[in-house]
Nanobody, 122 residues
Framework: QVQLVESGGGLVQAGGSLRLSCAAS????????MAWFRQATGKEREFVAG????????RYADSVTGRFTISREDANNTLSLQMSRLTPEDTAAYYC???????????????WGQGTQVTVSS
């Protein structure tokens, strides 16, 4: 069993930056890939970024490429998402997840956090 707790969300102005963190409990999450998804009000949950075991490879949604960076520190059981040049379109609840490495479908992830809200004002 893996438990995930996100933090770091908040209100930020357009053009600003924010760093999300996800604390994972349980040691065997290192066997899996990790990812960030987001869900805006009234929209479906969408893939944002994923990272492979040991952080060897990463994958990003087109909408965040060049602005967001995903990283993981297995020694500290932490997944992070550094977000920069934020726009109001980035407003959403952000979720971390554990599952198949670099998969983009939420069906490929089997542990989820409760989410942290990011709101970007114009």
């Amino acid at each position: 069993q893996v438990q995930l707790v996100e933090s770091g969300g908040g209100l930020v102005q357009a053009g600003g930056s924010l760093r999300l963190s996800c604390a994972a409990s349980g040691s065997y999450f290192t066997r899996y890939g990790m990812a960030w998804f987001r869900q805006a009000t009234g929209k479906e949950r969408e893939f944002v970024a994923g990272i492979s075991r040991q952080g060897v490879s990463a994958r990003y949604a087109d909408s965040v490429t060049g602005r967001f960076t995903i990283s993981r520190e297995d020694a500290n059981n932490t997944l992070s998402l550094q977000m920069s040049r934020l726009t109001p379109e980035d407003t959403a609840a952000y979720y971390c997840a554990v599952g198949r490495p670099l998969a983009t479908s939420q069906e490929d992830y089997f542990f989820w956090g409760q989410g942290t809200q990011v709101t970007v004002s114009s």
